[in-house]
T-cell receptor, first 113, second 115 residues
Framework: SQKIEQNSEALNIQEGKTATLTCNYT??????LQWYRQDPGRGPVFLLL?????KEKRKERLKVTFDTTLKQSLFHITASQPADSATYLC????????????FGTGTSLTVIP | DTGVSQNPRHKITKRGQNVTFRCDPI?????LYWYRQTLGQGPEFLTY????????KSRLLSDRFSAERPKGSFSTLEIQRTEQGDSAMYLC?????????????FGSGTRLTVV
């Protein structure tokens, strides 16, 4: 069956450093991979989408990579700020259905001032 | 546009009771999704609509769960004969067709507690 794994432990980093979160998957060949941010008690907020034929995508301080050979995506936040503290979720779709997404369990990030 | 709206925000119910949640998507979005999320887990797909048609339903969704989207606008999710295992955050999201290219817009969810 399909499986999506994200950093199993919470990630604590110092303000100003780069945070790197991982998303690994098995038994998938997703056409798209997305990253979301979720704050406590709120719904996820869409951040970035990357297609299977794209190696890297950037948006402001965010960068996502997608390695379909390794079946892995990396999510980077550069120059991290305390306001970046949240849970980050990766989500994959099969690309050939009607938009059914599978989410990972998320990684909790805390940026320490 | 005020985004995706879900009501109520919180619901506490006794085991065995029926509950109904409502979702108002972004008006121009034709796709609507329901997800369920428990503490420490990612959202789990339940079902999705394109306009008023329910096109997919997860095997996780027991017969006690039913969703509707009359007229392709708002949607309701009903849980009959609630069980303690139904306690979770129920999230609604919407998108345009091909929305996997741009991501979903989620509501803030309805937190259900079954006592």
């Amino acid at each position: 069956s399909q499986k999506i794994e994200q950093n199993s432990e919470a990630l604590n980093i110092q303000e100003g450093k780069t945070a790197t979160l991982t998303c690994n998957y098995t038994n998938y060949s997703p056409a798209y991979l997305q990253w979301y941010r979720q704050d406590p008690g709120r719904g996820p907020v869409f951040l970035l989408l990357i297609r299977e034929n794209e190696k890297e995508k950037r948006k402001e301080r965010l960068k996502v990579t997608f390695d379909t050979t390794l079946k892995q995506s990396l999510f980077h936040i550069t120059a991290s700020q305390p306001a970046d503290s949240a849970t980050y979720l990766c989500a994959l779709d099969l690309g050939n259905t009607g938009n059914q997404f599978y989410f990972g369990t998320g990684t909790s990030l805390t940026v320490i001032p | 546009d005020t985004g995706v709206s879900q009501n109520p925000r919180h619901k506490i119910t006794k085991r065995g009771q029926n509950v109904t949640f409502r979702c108002d998507p972004i008006s121009e979005h034709n796709r609507l999704y329901w997800y369920r999320q428990t503490l420490g887990q990612g959202p789990e797909f339940l079902t999705y609509f394109q306009n008023e048609a329910q096109l997919e339903k997860s095997r996780l969704l027991s017969d006690r769960f039913s969703a509707e989207r009359p007229k392709g606008s708002f949607s309701t999710l009903e849980i009959q004969r609630t069980e303690q295992g139904d306690s979770a955050m129920y999230l609604c999201a919407s998108s345009l067709s091909g929305g996997n290219r741009g991501g979903y817009t989620f509501g803030s969810g309805t937190r259900l507690t079954v006592v």
